[in-house]
């Protein structure tokens, strides 16, 4: 018991030493800080959705949705509002909750491949608003004319407009209060009852849990999440376009959870590290990156079914 | 007035009829095997593709008979080399496979065939208005909505009459009995995946004609095939036929009030249908 304890508290701290020093060394070994950047908005995003896909065991293949909401919220926000990032942040991830909270009710009593496809086709909606909409959110040009705010904090104002390591350092702390609220919640009675769910949904219906009710609200909380990392998205590229929304995002992130381990907390983070250099590494070499791309997706699925963490973990325990 | 509504009726119809083949076929495949194929719309694209290559050699009949069954041949090997690995595993794995297969099959296209759109040849005398009326009722547009009836009596009579189509039926409701009866589950399942694919393929040629050839032909049919199969109701393909003509109409229909709505109408009925009936029009409880 005190082992496994020991082993947990080692990987977060790997972790977060590896997510605070990143700016320091990742210049020195051919990345650049923006790279950094994207690998942990996208690991929150995927952190965000295996809490529903790995943690709840409900098949969600429409994430891209609030993801994209988030993004076109905050820039929505600093375009025609306010100029604030905190409000932004805000209103992205308000517009991504309320939207997953409304879909949530008509989506709950379904479940596998009925889930995914009602999820992924109700994402939909969201892409073709943002592509058809054109006054508002410039349609498939995608949202222009606006960047992302110094912060003023009062006593200081951090500059994350121009300077990219304090930008980073921005994500970070956002991150690390969205991953900290999933690690606490799963830590409760409540995460402990959507484990249950996942083991034996029918059990834990003859137990009594409104099992109904609790997928909702992990739904909820995980499309609030990763339409946090859909904020931060869209601030780190001062830009917004409706393929934030489409279908084949949402995509990207059940790879990078399953690629990473879903059955662990930190392994989605991986999936998206591994995932993103990928991507960069093969959109620099090729154009057929996208051929590349899904031949990863087959491969994955064939032979790392478990993904990096299953792998190692497993190695552990023999 | 009437004439716009109407034209646009009979549009959706036909785009309606393009959704409900596709999502027959989708619908085929997740019946029996439990797998959502995304990599349905790359087949359909494939198949056009084909049609298109062929056509200087053997014609548009030619290229109308042998593509989708070439499309489907190409169907029979993936089930046979991939997908079938992935059976009685968590459905995610299937639906990352096809995923990434989808992917591959629009950048291979695009590889093969060009990023551009090409011309697709359609024999002159289907292209004729038939009456100065209703000029929009040219002949290819009701000779695909001929095929596309066709090709799906053709579909529930092997469904209903051969003993393949008995045994899709059966292996839809329980294939573990099915499979203790005698039946070679194996070969069941591949040959319904290819006959899924070939629908596909078929789609694919006829909206060629239709919509104009290019890689993205098949990512942007997909996603209405899934709506009509929920709209219609999971586990029934009459309801996919029925989801697939509702939507094309809908959507006809709010083009002529409201254009820029006309993808969104759709997903507004999914969500009208989710919330009266969960299961789809025509869809049972408790099968999925």
């Known amino acids: 018991m005190n082992g496994i304890d020991y082993n947990k508290y080692t990987a977060t701290a790997v972790v977060w030493l590896w997510l605070l020093t990143m700016p320091f060394w990742l210049n020195a070994i051919g990345g650049y800080s923006e790279l950094g950047t994207r690998v942990v908005v996208l690991g929150l995003a995927a952190?965000?959705?295996?809490?529903?896909?790995?943690?709840?065991?409900?098949?969600?293949?429409?994430?891209?949705?609030?993801?994209?909401?988030?993004?076109?919220?905050?820039?929505?926000?600093?375009?025609?509002?306010?100029?604030?990032?905190?409000?932004?942040?805000?209103?992205?991830?308000?517009?991504?909750?309320?939207?997953?909270?409304?879909?949530?009710p008509m989506i709950v009593r379904l479940r596998g491949v009925y889930f995914a496809m009602v999820t992924i086709a109700f994402g939909q909606v969201f892409f073709f608003i943002a592509f058809r909409w054109h006054s508002v959110t410039g349609g498939d040009d995608g949202l222009t004319g606006w960047s992302r705010m110094p912060i003023n904090l009062g006593f200081t104002t951090v500059d994350i407009q121009h300077d990219a390591r304090a930008f980073y350092y921005f994500v970070l702390v956002v991150f690390a209060i969205a991953t900290g609220v999933m690690a606490w919640l799963l830590r409760s009675p409540f995460g402990r009852t959507l484990i249950a769910i996942r083991e034996n949904e029918r059990r834990a219906r003859f137990l009594g849990i409104p099992?109904?009710?609790?997928?909702?609200?992990?739904?909820?909380?995980?499309?609030?999440?990763?339409?946090?990392?859909?904020?931060?998205?869209?601030?780190?590229?001062?830009?917004?376009?409706?393929?934030?929304?489409?279908?084949?995002?949402?995509?990207?992130?059940?790879?990078?959870a399953v690629l990473g381990g879903m059955?662990?907390?930190?392994?989605?983070?991986?999936?998206?590290?591994?995932?993103?250099?990928?991507?960069?590494?093969?959109?620099?070499?090729?154009?057929?990156?996208?051929?590349?791309?899904?031949?990863?997706?087959?491969?994955?699925?064939?032979?790392?079914?478990?993904?990096?963490?299953?792998?190692?973990?497993?190695?552990?325990?023999? | 007035m009437t004439q716009l509504i109407l034209f646009n009726v009979f549009n959706g119809l036909i785009v309606g009829a393009f959704y409900a083949l596709m999502a027959l076929g989708l619908s085929l495949i997740m019946?029996?095997?439990?797998?959502?194929?995304?990599?349905?719309g790359g087949f359909l694209a494939v198949g056009a593709y084909l049609a298109y290559s062929l056509i200087p050699y053997i014609g548009f009949w030619g290229g109308l008979i042998v593509a989708p069954l070439l499309t489907a041949v190409i169907g029979l090997i993936v089930e046979r080399v991939l997908i079938r690995r992935l059976y009685g595993r968590d459905p995610l794995y299937s639906l990352l496979l096809t995923f990434g297969l989808a992917f591959m099959f629009e950048d291979g296209t695009r590889f093969i065939w060009g990023a551009q759109s090409l011309p697709y040849q359609v024999p002159a005398w289907l292209l004729s208005p038939l009456s100065s009326e209703f000029f929009f009722l040219t002949g290819y547009r009701l000779f695909m909505v001929l095929i596309v009836a066709v090709a799906v009596v053709g579909l529930f009579l092997i469904l209903g009459r051969t003993r393949l189509g008995i045994r899709i039926r059966a292996g839809t409701l329980d294939l573990e009995t099915v499979s203790v009866l005698g039946v070679?589950?194996?070969?069941?399942?591949?040959?319904?995946?290819?006959?899924?694919?070939?629908?596909?393929?078929?789609?694919?040629?006829?909206?060629?004609?239709?919509?104009?050839?290019?890689?993205?032909?098949?990512?942007?049919?997909?996603?209405?095939?899934?709506?009509?199969?929920?709209?219609?109701?999971?586990?029934?393909?009459?309801?996919?036929?029925?989801?697939?003509?509702?939507?094309?109409?809908?959507?006809?229909?709010?083009?002529?009030?409201?254009?820029?709505?006309?993808?969104?109408?759709?997903?507004?009925?999914?969500?009208?249908?989710?919330?009266?009936?969960?299961?789809?029009?025509?869809?049972?409880?408790?099968?999925?």
Do not use: K
Request: proline letters at 3%; glycine letters at 14%.
């Open chain 1, 263 to 318: 059955r662990s907390f930190w392994g989605p983070l991986i999936g998206a590290a591994i995932f993103v250099v990928l991507q960069d590494y093969l959109s620099s070499q090729t154009q057929n990156w996208m051929s590349f791309v899904g031949l990863f997706f087959v491969l994955v699925v064939l032979f790392f079914p478990r993904g990096v963490l299953g792998i190692i973990r497993r190695r552990l325990a023999s």
């Open chain 1, 47 to 104: 952190m965000s959705l295996n809490f529903l896909l790995g943690y709840t065991g409900v098949l969600s293949f429409g994430h891209a949705a609030y993801f994209g909401l988030g993004a076109y919220g905050v820039g929505l926000t600093i375009r025609y509002l306010v100029p604030s990032t905190g409000v932004g942040v805000i209103v992205g991830t308000l517009i991504g909750t309320i939207a997953g909270a409304i879909i949530g």
């Open chain 2, 184 to 288: 070679n589950v194996r070969i069941l399942r591949n040959l319904n995946f290819g006959l899924g694919i070939y629908l596909a393929g078929l789609a694919g040629v006829l909206a060629a004609g239709m919509l104009g050839l290019q890689p993205t032909i098949g990512s942007s049919l997909i996603m209405p095939s899934f709506v009509a199969i929920i709209v219609g109701g999971l586990g029934s393909l009459p309801g996919t036929l029925l989801g697939g003509l509702l939507i094309g109409v809908a959507s006809g229909i709010t083009t002529v009030f409201f254009p820029s709505a006309t993808e969104a109408v759709m997903y507004v009925m999914m969500a009208a249908v989710l919330l009266v009936r969960p299961h789809g029009l025509l869809g049972e409880e408790g099968r999925f």
């Open chain 1, 211 to 256: 099992v109904d009710q609790h997928i909702w609200i992990a739904w909820t909380i995980s499309c609030c999440c990763v339409s946090v990392a859909g904020a931060l998205y869209a601030l780190l590229n001062n830009f917004v376009d409706p393929r934030a929304l489409y279908w084949t995002q949402s995509g990207d992130f059940v790879i990078m």
């Open chain 2, 31 to 40: 019946n029996l095997s439990g797998v959502i194929n995304f990599a349905h």
